[in-house]
């Protein structure tokens, strides 16, 4: 009995010897401040303090989740920071060593490259984010005209709602229970925007710019973008020129009209290009908007048919100086 409990005691002390030769971890930052641009990354470091790199290393963001992204790989972790500033508590671990956290701060990234408004930490400058987001801007703005009447978003009333619920819902993450919520029996085989989703940025759930001015910290809180914006403030602020030749459009694009005498004179539609449910090319697709007592409707056409319609002044045509021409989004904005 005495040799047992003397081997039970010396395997106690050696166990709390090995723990205490592992000893701590200790994180490593090549920085502890970053700008929550969506793009700035930095290698994830841990080192013991015993000397060495701890072995099974992991990590995780215990705080901070929608901030930042890990990234891990087969030699090394990274970690990649989202648009909204805050604090991003980061974890080390490893078998057998005691646990070990630091600090990440994400601050406003003010930068506005076109000087447009729209701060550069909601464009999107990958290519593949621009694919996407055109991808899901479409086929959710047609997904509203082909479902029923009764299962289409209340707040679709006209041209600039079916934009502003397609804008949004394009960089929402993508789920099952989002597509339940729009009654979507399909989804298209698309990638979700990467850099970020709607509504973790630095605006929350701002998402158009409503006055004009190149961007500033202050506008983050000021009021200077906000969930709902007309028509007019569509183009003028949250999107740019890119011709008046229809021929120039890409899926994703506006056409903008101005209607000289109409109780609502600035009227838009989304350029589609192909239909993700029907076939054929170069579709349009509008809600026509309230007429008097009557609601409108959404509709669907092609640029072919419009450019004979009846009345001049709604052909998408360089002649027509109704049509204000063909408009990008400022958050795919590209170097000329």
Same mark, same amino acid.
């Given at each position: 009995m005495?040799?047992l409990?003397f081997l039970a ?6 166990a709390?010897?090995?723990?205490g %030769?592992? /000893?701590k971890?200790v ?7 970053l700008p929550?641009?969506?793009?700035s990354s930095?290698?994830?470091r841990a080192e013991?303090?015993?000397?060495g790199?701890?072995a099974g +290393? &992991?990590?995780?963001?215990? %705080?901070?989740? %929608?901030?930042a992204e890990l990234?891990?790989s087969?030699s090394e972790?990274? +970690?990649?920071v989202g648009v &909204?500033p805050?604090i991003?508590t980061?974890a080390a @671990?490893?078998?057998?060593?005691q646990?070990a956290?630091a600090e990440l701060?994400? *601050? ?6 076109? /000087?447009?408004g729209t701060p550069d ?7 593949e ?7 899901w801007f ?10 029923d009447?009764k299962?289409?978003?209340?707040e679709?009333?006209d041209c600039?709602a079916?934009?502003?619920?397609a804008y949004?819902?394009?960089l929402?993450?993508h789920? *099952? @229970?989002?597509a ?7 989804l298209?085989?698309a990638p979700p925007v990467r850099?970020?989703?709607y509504?973790? &940025?630095?605006l929350?759930? *701002? ?5 004009? /001015? ?9 009021g200077?973008?906000?969930e709902?914006?007309d028509?007019?403030s569509?183009?003028?602020y949250n999107?740019?020129?890119?011709s008046?030749d ?5 899926? *994703?694009?506006l056409f903008?009209f ?7 004179p600035?009227h838009t539609?989304?350029?589609l290009?192909e239909s993700s449910f =029907?076939?054929? =090319?170069n579709?349009?697709i509008?809600?026509? /908007?309230?007429?008097?007592k009557?609601?409108g409707e959404?509709?669907r056409? &092609?640029?072919t048919d419009?450019q004979?319609?009846p ?11 109704a049509?204000l021409g063909?408009?990008?989004? %400022?958050i +795919?904005?590209?170097?000329?």
């Amino acid at each position: 009995m005495f040799l047992l409990c003397f081997l039970a005691s010396l395997a106690i002390v050696f166990a709390h010897r090995t723990w205490g %030769n592992a /000893g701590k971890i200790v994180i490593v930052l090549d920085h502890d401040i970053l700008p929550a641009n969506g793009s700035s990354s930095i290698k994830l470091r841990a080192e013991s303090s015993a000397g060495g790199q701890p072995a099974g +290393l &992991t990590w995780r963001v215990s %705080n901070g989740q %929608n901030l930042a992204e890990l990234e891990p790989s087969k030699s090394e972790w990274g +970690l990649r920071v989202g648009v &909204t500033p805050g604090i991003v508590t980061l974890a080390a @671990s490893a078998p057998g060593y005691q646990s070990a956290t630091a600090e990440l701060r994400l *601050g406003l990234d003010p930068t506005d490259e076109f /000087g447009d408004g729209t701060p550069d930490f909601l464009r999107l400058q990958n290519e593949e984010d621009r694919i996407a987001f055109r991808h899901w801007f479409a086929f959710l703005a047609e997904s509203v005209y082909v479902e029923d009447e009764k299962d289409r978003p209340a707040e679709v009333d006209d041209c600039a709602a079916l934009i502003r619920f397609a804008y949004r819902e394009a960089l929402r993450k993508h789920d *099952g @229970s989002w597509a339940n919520q729009w009654h979507l029996e399909q989804l298209p085989a698309a990638p979700p925007v990467r850099k970020y989703e709607y509504p973790h &940025t630095a605006l929350g759930t *701002g998402l158009f710019r409503t006055r004009p /001015g190149a961007f500033t910290p202050a506008d983050a809180t000021n009021g200077a973008f906000a969930e709902f914006a007309d028509a007019d403030s569509l183009r003028r602020y949250n999107a740019h020129f890119v011709s008046r030749d229809p021929g120039a459009a890409r899926p *994703g694009d506006l056409f903008f009209f101005r209607q000289q005498g109409h109780r609502m004179p600035f009227h838009t539609m989304i350029y589609l290009g192909e239909s993700s449910f =029907s076939q054929g =090319s170069n579709w349009l697709i509008y809600h026509s /908007g309230p007429d008097g007592k009557r609601p409108g409707e959404i509709r669907r056409v &092609t640029v072919t048919d419009l450019q004979q319609h009846p009345e001049f002044n709604w052909r998408p045509a360089p002649q027509n100086p109704a049509f204000l021409g063909v408009y990008r989004w %400022n958050i +795919l904005r590209e170097e000329d």
